[in-house]
T-cell receptor, first 117, second 112 residues
């Protein structure tokens, strides 16, 4: 059974650029959630994708967007990068959407470390 | 406004002793609480959870206690082992909003 994988591991961008981060969910999982973890803080929920549609969003601006593909892998896109976007971006997959009480069955990937200069 | 607070950035405990990690929350609507463990270069992994209808939940060496009146929960690890050295996050959610609110984490160091 393959776990959650994320690419790339590290990324350096400059302010104003756009970035795409990728996540492959665990086999059999149909839901992917994305989190931003700034240095010294806990993860913050960005949004969740369930069966290729956004299904819940945290307090993040529209320049944070995503996609989920038929194989349930997912992308996180961030436009017009700002210095404060520097963080570890985590994706987590689960068997179903989090509102079904599956918060504790999320499986996290190792994250992508994004640095914005 | 931090709704979930872990006031100890780090904790050092002797191997074999009890480790107690604390977490406070401010939102009385939270009704489900979780602890995650994170090793460097890995994603968080679920450890143990507790519903607000309980005040204690055990799983092997790990026990979580919930004090609703004090809005406080704690994770007890007995006995502590070297492999327990990691960052521990507590997280909370409300039935009306499944999104997890996370604390900043406590780095636990188990000394041999």
């Amino acid at each position: 059974e393959t776990g959650v994988t994320q690419s790339p591991t590290h990324l350096i961008k400059t302010r104003g650029q756009q970035v795409t981060l990728r996540c492959s969910s665990q086999s059999g999982h149909n839901t992917v959630s994305w989190y931003q973890q700034a240095l010294g803080q806990g993860p913050q929920f960005i949004f969740q994708y369930y069966r290729e549609e956004e299904n819940g969003r945290g307090n993040f601006p529209p320049r944070f967007s995503g996609l989920q593909f038929p194989n349930y892998s997912s992308e996180l896109n961030v436009n017009a990068l700002e210095l404060d976007d520097s963080a570890l971006y985590l994706c987590a997959s689960s068997f179903g959407p989090l509102e079904e009480g599956l918060s504790d069955t999320q499986y996290f990937g190792p994250g992508t470390r994004l640095t914005v200069l | 406004d931090q709704q979930v607070k872990q006031n100890s950035p780090s904790l050092s405990v002797q191997e074999g002793r009890i480790s107690i990690l604390n977490c406070d929350y401010t939102n009385s609507m939270f009704d489900y609480f979780l602890w995650y463990k994170k090793y460097p270069a890995e994603g968080p992994t679920f450890l143990i959870s507790i519903s607000s209808i309980k005040d204690k939940n055990e799983d092997g060496r790990f026990t979580v206690f919930l004090n609703k009146s004090a809005k406080h929960l704690s994770l007890h690890i007995v006995p502590s082992q070297p492999g327990d050295s990691a960052v521990y996050f507590c997280a909370a959610s409300a039935i009306s909003n499944y999104q997890l609110i996370w604390g900043a984490g406590t780095k636990l160091i188990i000394k041999p």
